[in-house]
């Protein structure tokens, strides 16, 4: 069993990280006057952000469920893929489609990925498709 002094170093550590999260999250409310400016951002939101909401999504609960099931199945080329290519194509893609997908995504004002593909695509039928089969 843990020490008295360790649940409570514990239990302040966790109060800590929910003030600091709850901060954040009050702070980007405030910086959020429409749905439009929360589902596809503002032009002056920054791209760092972007990049360490991709970062935090990436280092979730599949970092620690998914991602060592790969690579104890596939070994080394395990490693190689999500430890060499999976991030610089992440990079990479982030670097060269980035601008052009908020270039468009201003231009057709889509909320979702579903109307945004749909658009971009001109395809009602592919925005249904796409809506129904991402929560497969």
Wanted: charged share 10%.
């Amino acid at each position: 069993m843990a020490s008295t002094t360790m649940v409570f170093a514990t239990a302040i550590l966790v109060a800590l990280y929910g003030g600091i999260l709850l901060f954040f999250v009050v702070r980007g409310a405030m910086r959020t006057r429409s749905m439009a400016d929360y589902a596809v951002g503002s032009l002056p939101f920054s791209p760092v952000a972007v990049g360490l909401s991709l970062a935090a999504s990436i280092t979730s609960a599949a970092t620690f469920i998914i991602n060592p099931g790969f690579i104890a199945l596939y070994g080394l080329r395990g490693i190689l893929g999500f430890a060499l290519v999976m991030p610089l194509g992440l990079f990479l893609s982030l670097v060269v489609l980035t601008k052009s997908f908020r270039k468009h995504g201003t231009a057709v004002k889509a909320l979702t990925m579903a109307q945004w593909i749909g658009k971009r695509y001109k395809s009602q039928n592919y925005a249904v498709f796409f809506g129904f089969c991402r929560y497969c």
